[in-house]
């Protein structure tokens, strides 16, 4: 083949992309705004996360249908584009680039694998100003860090959610000292950094933070560090099999019984492996389940829709996504991307009025945005707050092991997390 | 309009990086005969080099250097060369799918590296944070792409030339004579894993300086983008493109990237939106039946290797 024809290869390659890119562009107005409305989908549709992505798709498409029949946009129905990221950041970056560039969506939900959110973000969506709300990735980097400037959200609790739970219940409990050992992953890392971050503020302190590497088969010399201080309690962040090893240790070289253990633990399995009578005053935390009549109205929704339940990682905080997306765009004055990272932050917004899920709530909030009142939305995992750096939170629980049986203490709620955030963050 | 030109902007530069990854493998497989399976190993080698050399320093990360740009690039491609050097020194003897295992293994065990060694690659965090040049001097997404896009067409226009001059230079040949047949190349005197070897570097070191351009064109890099999936990639588009011939090479990334963003889009086109969650599968197939098709009708790969690589044999 020579070079002319490799040339019209070339040609032939890039036209047909850019065929495929333009049909379709449908246009009627209203409200001087271009129908249909488009909102950029991009969600690993294969690959390995395939098998959880299917019920979060349709969760998505749920939303869309309820935002339509509630309304849709500025009187325009919404369109939901929706792409296979391969769970491959490259192909989710492309996909990204061509949602934003030629579809012009200002607004993208997705995605689940944190290693292709990552990418879109520090290429696409923050450089182009788009507004990007992900169901899943949780690697705190994203908010944190600054770079997202603002236009990232998730709707899914991150780890900060357990940890601050965590210092508060220490707090209460008058530990004033306390020692930390943790695995050594993004988890135990980020657990840590968030305990450290909240525990002095609520009036204690840490002593020594241990961190231990998994599948050892004696940890006595982190349990040592950790004692070296002489603390009250111990907090320990990590896996069952290894914990019972670490507690068994910490307890033999002389350390306090209260102990304070992640969800990981709350399983009987520890309970056995240490020895019930040991753990008396030991407590934990975990994520607790949402309830209310926002969530029990998406999830007979789901299931009349598609005819199974909604149980599943992302299927509530997806739809929670795309409904964010939704009740953003009618408040936000154009559908430019600054415009919707704006309007984010009033969806839930002090003193307005409840909304919830579902077309007939969708059709009340969109309402009650047209006589420029305040909304406050509860969607599929109850109240949806942004905080500064565009996390939400989410109810959390304290439990208890009582002779040998792991109990429910009682349940810290969302609107209790949240007055912990600000109290924490400020 | 401006919109399409900005994607397709953005996707060329994905395709010139792509392109000189394929260049690497052509040298290594399609002159050399060596079945390099870990690719993404060496990609990630020359990533996080750059990262690390160019990227502010910033409370966590030890080891991060805040260098310009051109340093960063040559870092990436030096610490790949030494890595390529290092791994084909205790591999190179192994022929054909025994060389793969081992790379294959190697490129794992690379990727776990950059997924552990918190403080130095961010983890699976990822590495955020990594400066792209001229960036804010350029003020927009789209004009930086469009510098970049010609900075990539440079890049690609001398690694191609090099190449060329490379592969029909006597140790070019030297190298087609080992693929073809080690033990008469060997019976005139050549060191076959001396040329094998240097094959294996040049090869990674181009590799590894896609992993450079990569990373300061996205701005982030992380674990994930080194699965072994990327690997298969380079290796259909060196195939369908014509292993053994540079031109296919880059062809090859053009055709089969091509294939890979046009099935998606025709995917939003075309599926019914109800049934858009299946969409994803839907474009799987239609690559891999792509892909097959164009096997099937050019089985040497779009443009295949030239009958013959000197000017001084006869014309036939």
């Known amino acids: 083949m020579s070079v002319h024809k490799m040339l019209a290869a070339l040609a032939g390659g890039v036209a047909l992309t850019a065929l495929l890119s333009v049909g379709g562009a449908g ?5 001087g705004v271009a129908c249909p409305v488009k909102i950029g989908g991009i969600l690993p ?7 959880i992505t299917k019920k979060i798709a349709e969760s998505a498409q749920l939303a869309v249908e309820h935002i339509n029949a509630g309304g849709g946009v500025k009187g325009c129905p919404v369109q939901l584009v929706l792409r296979d990221d391969q769970g491959q950041p ?19 939900t997705g995605t689940i694998s944190s290693g292709v959110t990552g990418p879109i973000i520090a290429s696409v969506t923050a450089p182009s100003r788009v507004v990007q709300i992900s169901c899943c990735s949780t690697a705190s980097a994203f908010t944190l860090d600054g770079r997202s400037q603002g236009y990232f959200f998730r709707t899914l609790p991150t780890s900060k959610t357990q940890a601050f739970a965590t210092a508060s219940e220490i707090a209460k409990r008058g530990l004033k000292k306390t020692a930390i050992i943790y695995v050594n992953t993004d988890f135990g890392i980020d657990m840590t950094r968030f305990v450290k971050e909240a525990l002095p503020k609520l009036g204690g302190e840490i002593t020594a933070e241990v961190a231990y590497n998994d599948n050892q088969p004696s940890y006595r010399a982190e349990v040592q560090r ?16 290894d914990a019972v090893t670490i507690v068994r240790e910490w307890l033999s070289l002389g350390g306090s019984p209260k102990i304070a253990l992640n969800n990981s633990m709350r399983v009987k399995d520890f309970v056995d492996g240490v020895g019930a009578r040991f753990l008396n005053e030991a407590f934990g935390m975990d994520n607790a389940q949402v309830q209310g009549p926002t969530v029990d109205a998406f999830n007979q929704a789901f299931l009349a829709k598609f005819g199974y339940d909604s149980q599943g990682p992302g299927v509530h905080t997806q739809y929670d996504a795309v409904m964010a997306i939704g009740l953003a765009m009618n408040i936000a004055k154009d559908l430019t991307g600054p415009s919707i990272k704006d309007a984010v932050r009033q969806i839930h917004a002090a003193g307005g009025a409840t909304v919830g899920t579902g077309p007939d709530e969708f059709r009340k909030a969109v309402g009650l945005i047209r006589e420029g009142k305040a909304i406050k939305y509860h969607g599929a995992t109850g109240p949806l707050e942004f905080d500064a750096n565009g996390d939400v939170t989410g109810p959390a629980l304290v439990w208890k092991i009582t002779n040998g049986e792991i109990l429910v203490d009682y349940t810290i709620s969302i609107e209790e997390m949240q007055a912990l955030f600000k109290k924490v963050e400020g | 309009m401006i919109g399409l030109v900005s994607y397709l902007v953005f996707f060329l530069c994905i395709v010139l990086i792509l392109g000189v990854i394929t260049l690497g493998l052509n040298l290594q497989w399609g002159s050399t005969g060596l079945f390099n399976a870990g690719i993404v190993g060496f990609y990630a080698i020359g990533a996080y080099t750059h990262a690390i050399v160019t990227a502010a320093p910033k409370a966590g990360m030890i080891a991060n250097m805040g260098l310009p740009w051109i340093a960063g690039v040559v870092a990436a491609m030096a610490a790949t060369a030494l890595v390529a050097w290092i791994v084909g020194l205790a591999t190179i003897r192994l022929r054909g ?18 997924h552990n060694l918190e403080p130095l690659t961010g983890g699976s965090h990822g590495f955020s944070g990594i400066p792209r040049p001229l960036f804010d001097v350029l003020g927009s997404p789209f004009a930086f792409n469009l510098f970049y896009l010609g900075l990539l067409a440079c890049v690609v226009a001398l690694v191609y030339w090099a190449l060329e001059r490379m592969v029909r230079s006597p140790w070019g040949r030297v190298l087609r004579a080992i693929r073809e047949d080690e033990t008469a190349a060997v019976a005139l005197g050549k060191s076959a894993t001396r040329f094998r070897l240097e094959a ?6 181009l590799m590894g300086l896609a992993g450079a351009l990569y990373v300061s064109f996205i701005g982030f890099v992380s674990p994930f983008d080194f699965v072994p999936i990327l690997t298969f990639q380079i290796w259909a588009m060196v195939i369908i493109g014509g292993s053994g011939n ?6 090859g990334a053009l055709v089969v990237w091509t294939i890979w963003a046009a099935t998606g889009i025709a995917v939003t086109k075309f599926v019914p939106v109800a049934y858009a969650a299946q969409g994803g599968a839907v474009q799987v197939i239609l690559i891999g039946l792509l892909l097959v098709l164009a096997l099937l009708f050019r089985p040497r790969g779009l443009i295949g290797e030239a009958a013959q690589v000197s000017r001084h044999a006869e014309k036939g």
Do not use: H
């Not at chain 1, 549709?45 to 098998?51: E, H, K, R």
């Not at chain 1, 490259?90 to 993208?108: H, N, Q, S």
């Not at chain 2, 294996?200 to 070191?205: A, I």
């Open chain 2, 97 to 114: 799918d025994y060389l793969a295992v081992a790379t294959f293994g190697i490129a794992t065990t690379i990727q776990l590296l950059t």
């Open chain 1, 226 to 241: 950790a004692l070296a201080a002489r603390p009250e309690s111990l907090l320990l962040i990590g896996f069952p099999k």
């Open chain 2, 246 to 251: 540079n031109r296919g090479a880059l062809l």
């Open chain 1, 27 to 31: 246009t009627a107005q209203a409200q």
């Open chain 1, 45 to 51: 549709l294969t690959g390995s996360m395939a098998p």
């Open chain 2, 200 to 205: 294996f570097v040049v090869g990674s070191t």
């Open chain 1, 90 to 108: 490259t192909v989710g970056v492309d996909a990204a680039k061509y949602l934003v560039e030629v579809e012009r969506v200002p607004a993208i």
